[in-house]
Each structure stands twice: as structure tokens, then as C-alpha cells.
């Protein structure tokens, strides 16, 4: 049994104010490109195809075009709600599209029947497992102890499981955090996920593979069995390291599996440049000067249009930070802001923006304005 595993594309995410629509329907080739050549037996997507609940056209009709070129393939679909998805919008035709092998489960249904398919080895089940609130689950479970994430996908497993025929092969498809699993920067919060609502790996071991979203890296956890692909592109500058892309998934008889990652060439990478302003605007650093960038400038001191300057240079900057080489790490010392006079404040604020200390005229000609400032307030109320 071959599968390719996908999930968390975000379609209509913004980045730094840019929609990103361009960039997923170059990516969404590609992993087309890959159906139509590796010929799996089903094409799982575990959730947050877009990034609201209320996407904006263009992303509905990258979707649209998506899944039409699926169903043109004669490939079975999986598809789960994420917490991104409107589960009525993304659900809308779903018992229409079930007749042409696409299979889109956003709510929880009285009869949550899984999705089956055959090879030469016999049937799979695979339990399409839609996000579900809390409250939602403990109506749809009656199960009255079901108050967190991990309590309701608890509930939620153990119910797929009792449809589950003994003996032959399961897959099951959700969107969740697991307990241990790496958080990227942009995903969403399922509430207090270093609590409660973290889904401990061994409640889903039941299943010989568990197709899992909503974390952007990709990782694999548990004993091999349970993994996330990660997110479709790195959606924070903070995710540029993390391993993401196409999971291709291979099931033999006895339910073991391989997994192979795929990585997708992206339309323009995202990326972060370093050093002082004027060494960055003579060297491209030997990549793509059409890459998004983050500039990270070593600069003390102000800077006249830097982001202008370097887009002469850098069309896509979109974000510039400044850091300043062999400053100590602020978290060392932890003060107490409300106790600071304003002199005390300003020079804090000083160093953190600069890095470097007000010299001692500068200290002087601040303490003298200060005072300045004072008496005359004095003055007024007088």
C-alpha cells in the first residue's frame, strides 16, 4: 500500500503583509506532479488546507483546482479539518465529491465511517478524524470527562478504534499535538499545549500508521509510527530550519512502514542574510537576490532607510532585525521596570536599541533635560 501524506497548507496565508498564493500553487505542482508519478493508492491531507476560516478567492480556487486534478488522477482523497478550517466551508459538496473517491470529513458524524481501500494484501481502514473543540467531542462522544484537547482526541481515538475490523489495517488521519512533538513558530494554539491538551503518543499506538497535522516540522515520534510531514512552506522566518515537505509512505502486509520525505522546491526560498549594512549591499551572499529575506545588521547607531536601501539590492526583503555582536543576554538580568527612574529607562532602552552605552556627556546632557523636564512641571502646577 503506497500513500503520500500531506498537510497544513494554509492557503491564503500572508507573510509580512505578502499573500503567499503564488508561492503554495507552485509548490501544489509539484506535489500534483509527484501523485501523478508515484501512483499511490490514497493521498491523505490532515488538515489546515487554508489558513482562516474564511479564506480569501483565490486561495478557494487554488483549492478547487487541487482537488479537480485529484479526482482527474482516479487517486482516493483523505481529508481532515484542521483548526484553520471552517468545518462548514471546507465540508460544502463533501457527499458529492465522496462519489468521485474524495473523501472530505470536517464534522463529526453519528456514523463516522472510515475510508477504505484495497491492494493486493487486502483492505486498509482509514479513520478520518476531523479537529473537534472540546465541547463539540464531549456531545458527539457523551463522555463527560472530555474538558481538554487531549481528553476530547482521547475519546475520539478510542471510538475509531471500535470501528476498526480486527485483523486487518489501520490508518488513522488527525490533527493534533503530541506529547514531545517540535512546535514551529506559526501554528496556532490548541489552547495550554504544554498542558493539558498534548495527546500522549502511546494513546494512538493502536494504529499501524497515524497521518497526523497541525505541527510544522516534520518529525516522526512514538516508535516510528506516528508522524507529521510538516507545514506545505516555512510561514515565520523562525521555521526556515525545519524540515518540511511530502511524506511518501509505504504499508506492507503487516501494517509495518517506510517513510520517505520529499522536499518541494519552493518559487522563492525564505531566507535570512547577516552582517553590516554596506557588506550586504555589495554581496548577495551567492543566492537568489529574489528570496524573501530577513536582514539581520550588525550596525550600531541609526541607520537612514536601511530596508529601502537594501531592497535596491534585495526586491523581497520584508523584515529587517538588528543585533549587535558580544552584547549580553538581557534574560540574565531580570528588573524590575516599575522601579526604574526615567533616567535608569532610557539608558536600558538606549543599550538594547545601540548596544553601547550612553557616554558621559551624553549622560550629562540627559540628566540636565530631565531635570529641565521636571522643573518645569513643577512650574505649572504651581
Known sequence: MRLIHTADWHLGRLFHGLHMTEDQSHVLEEFLALVKDSRPDAVIIAGDLYDRAVPPPDAVRLLDEVFSRLVDMNVAVGVIAGNHDSPDRL???????????????????????????????????????????????????????????????????????????????????????????????SERNLGALAGGDAIAAEKLGLFDYVALGHLHPRQTLGDGRIHYPGSLLPYTFGEIEDERGISLVEMDERGQVRIDSIELTPRRQIRKIRGYLQDLLKDDQGRSR??????????????????????????????IERTFLDVPDPLQERVDHRKRTPLQLFEDFFHEVTGVDLTEDEHTALTEMLESMAQQEREATV
Open 91 to 185: 465540508g460544502f459538496g463533501s457527499r458529492l465529491f465522496s462519489h468521485k473517491n474524495l473523501h472530505v470529513s470536517s464534522v463529526l458524524e453519528k456514523s463516522q465511517r472510515p475510508m477504505v481501500i484495497h491492494d493486493k494484501h487486502g483492505p486498509v481502514h482509514i479513520h478520518l478524524l476531523p479537529f473537534a473543540e472540546p465541547p463539540v467531542a464531549r456531545a458527539h462522544t457523551g463522555d463527560q470527562a472530555v474538558r481538554t484537547h487531549a481528553t476530547a482526541m482521547e475519546a475520539l481515538v478510542q471510538q475509531a478504534w471500535q470501528r476498526q475490523p480486527k485483523g486487518d489495517r489501520s490508518v488513522l488521519v488527525a490533527h493534533a499535538t503530541v506529547v514531545g512533538g517540535k512546535q514551529g513558530e
Open 290 to 319: 529574489d528570496d524573501y529575506i530577513c536582514a539581520v545588521l550588525y550596525d550600531e547607531g541609526a541607520l537612514l532607510d536601511p530596508i529601502g536601501r537594501l531592497r535596491e539590492v534585495y526586491p523581497n526583503v520584508l523584515q
